[in-house]
């Protein structure tokens, strides 16, 4: 029996992507979203069972690399386009490839990667120089220094020594030694001599002390300076100062006439003589140069004595004259007037 002409209707939309609810098995199309749908066996939830939006994509796979499109195998059974991501599984890459290191510092020796194993790279160093050795060192008298040429990488291109005098001589014109670079040269004084080393200066001062006589020093850069031994002048000497003081218990000269008053040439203001101590007291013979007279005085107090002026006061040493002895045959010598002093002719 042949069965009436049925129209069969779905429900549709034309702004509605995904119909919200339908009985089940109840169809239904989107316009908007180009999908069919139908009611789950529940009647609660729909499903996608196709459309013009699925079919169309099936109808524009294409086995060449265009976007946006379903890839289907050439005539080769290959595919062609772009896999992102990990692959799950992957045995080894169809063409092998190497990986090698070359340049100027380091090579190695190429190594094939296929993916079926890690890649084991030998680097070895490059030779830029052939100096192979060591350089720089030191021995008794002589120190080698290394002289290296670098070039704009940083690498060693040559290498070589020169030497260099590690030592020097020491002479003071008759002897000499030779002082070695590490050893140890000692500056020592000898007696009177000092020697001091500054180390933040680098500097060797010697000096004197206060036992040896130096020119153009004052008393208050070296003090008083003494000589401790004989001393024996073979020239003439000049003193000068205000005081020269000899202690010595005996004088020799020989000088047979002793000059007193040597600065006295241009007038007569000083008195000149000689005296001695005993005591407290001075004993003398002095030419007094107010009256041209000669006093031999004794028992005259020091106070009397003007050592810079060198004077001595006329008054004292006229009421201190003492007595003197002495032979003499001039014909005159009863008729000079006499002094207070004795005078006692034999």
Do not use: C, W
């Amino acid at each position: 029996m042949t069965a009436p002409h049925t129209t069969l209707l779905i429900k549709r939309s034309t702004g509605v992507a995904t119909p919200t609810g339908l009985k089940a098995g109840e169809l239904a199309y989107s316009y908007l979203s180009n999908t069919m749908f139908i009611g789950d066996s529940t009647g609660t939830s729909v499903a996608n069972v196709g459309g013009l939006f699925y079919t169309s994509q099936v109808d524009a796979a294409t086995h060449a690399n265009t976007a946006s499109t379903i890839v289907k195998r050439d005539s080769n059974n290959a595919f062609f386009g772009r896999l992102y991501g990990n692959a799950n599984t992957s045995t080894a890459l169809e063409t092998a490839r190497d990986f090698s290191v070359s340049g100027d510092a380091t090579t190695a020796t190429a190594v094939s990667f296929d993916g079926t194993g890690n890649v084991d790279l030998a680097i070895t160093l490059n030779t830029v120089n052939a100096d192979v050795g060591t350089y720089g060192g030191a021995t008794q008298g002589s120190t080698t220094i290394p002289v290296i040429t670098v070039n704009e990488k940083g690498l060693i291109t040559a290498i070589s020594n020169v030497s260099a005098t590690s030592s020097f001589t020491v002479t003071d014109g008759t002897s000499s030694n030779t002082v070695y670079s590490g050893s140890t040269l000692t500056f020592a004084g000898e007696t009177g001599i000092t020697a001091t080393v500054n180390a933040a200066t680098e500097t060797v001062t010697f000096g004197t002390d206060n036992t040896v006589l130096r020119s153009n020093t004052t008393m208050a850069t070296v003090g008083t300076q003494t000589i401790g031994t004989d001393l024996n002048i073979t020239g003439n000497v000049t003193i000068t100062g205000q005081t020269t003081t000899v202690d010595s218990t005996t004088i020799v000269s020989e000088n047979s006439l002793i000059e007193l008053a040597a600065n006295n040439t241009t007038g007569d203001a000083i008195d000149i003589g000689f005296y001695g101590n005993h005591g407290t007291s001075l004993t003398g013979l002095v030419r007094d140069a107010s009256n041209k007279h000669y006093y031999l005085f004794d028992n005259v107090d020091k106070s009397a004595l003007n050592s810079v002026a060198n004077t001595i006061n006329l008054g004292v040493m006229s009421s201190n004259l003492t007595t003197l002895y002495a032979n003499t045959n001039s014909p005159f010598a009863f008729f000079q007037p006499m002094k207070a002093s004795t005078v006692v002719l034999v």
